[in-house]
């Protein structure tokens, strides 16, 4: 059973930090592109953050220099550490395995994560 479940959501002030952990399961993240995406009321889904194999990294504008992706193949974790956040940064977060194929990748619950002014 390929599974992707997240956590670390929370209702945090501006400027404020929060990290997030995805947990994967079955035979994804070994050899899965991993990314985060977000969605907020209103508004498309998002990219925010793409990890290519376990260096290449790459940001939306909106978030670089505050967000930073990582992942732990020990522990089959990806990660979404963010910093600075601001009100425009609430959305619920997916962490998402293989999300460059033509189907659209293994897609988890997601986790809210609210910021208030």
């Known amino acids: 059973q390929v599974q992707l479940v997240e956590s670390g959501g929370d209702l945090v002030q501006v400027g404020g930090s929060l990290r997030l952990s995805c947990l994967a399961s079955?035979?994804?993240?070994?050899?899965?592109?991993m990314a985060w995406y977000r969605q907020s009321l209103g508004k498309e889904r998002e990219l925010v953050a793409a990890?290519?194999?376990?260096?290449?990294?790459s940001y939306a504008d909106a978030v670089k220099g505050r967000f930073t992706i990582s992942r732990d193949f020990a522990k089959k974790a990806l990660y979404l550490q963010m910093a600075s956040l601001k009100p425009e940064d609430t959305a619920r977060y997916f962490c998402?395995?293989?999300?460059?194929?033509?189907?659209?990748?293994?897609w988890g619950q997601g986790t809210q994560v609210t910021v208030s002014s």
């Open positions: 998402v395995a293989d999300f460059l194929t033509s189907w659209g990748g293994f």
């Open positions: 990890l290519y194999g376990d260096v290449d990294t």
């Open positions: 079955g035979r994804l993240f070994e050899h899965s592109d």
